[in-house]
């Protein structure tokens, strides 16, 4: 069965790190693309990285230099290390395939960043 799980999201003070985690099953994982997406109150789900199987990673601007995308293809796991967290930050942030796997999505994991 297809899933997605993930973790590591808190209450962190402006300027301050996270690490997310997202095990995927292996349906899911195999895809080529896997991606961190986040959703603000009030505001559509967007893709902020993503990374190939080969490593290879693309930003969205407003995260780029701040935040860095990993994959364990061992694990089936892919990691967001979150630095200099801003406000604006704050979201729920969710893994999925790129483009997404079709109607799947996990839970989520809430970040919130405070002054």
């Known amino acids: 069965q297809a899933q997605l799980v993930e973790s590591g999201g808190g209450w962190v003070q402006a300027g301050g790190s996270l690490r997310l985690s997202c095990a995927a099953s292996?349906?899911?994982?195999?895809?080529?693309?896997m991606g961190w997406y986040r959703q603000a109150p009030g505001n559509k789900r967007e893709l902020v990285a993503s990374?190939?199987?080969?490593?290879?990673?693309i930003y969205a601007d407003s995260v780029k230099g701040r935040f860095t995308i990993s994959r364990d293809n061992a694990k089936n796991t892919v990691y967001l290390q979150m630095n200099s967290l801003k406000l604006e930050d704050t979201a729920v942030y969710y893994c999925?395939?790129?483009?997404?796997?079709?109607?799947?999505w996990g839970q989520g994991t809430q970040v919130t960043v405070s002054s």
């Open positions: 999925n395939a790129v483009p997404q796997y079709g109607t799947l």
């Open positions: 292996r349906s899911i994982f195999s895809i080529n693309v």
């Open positions: 990374i190939s199987s080969g490593g290879r990673t």
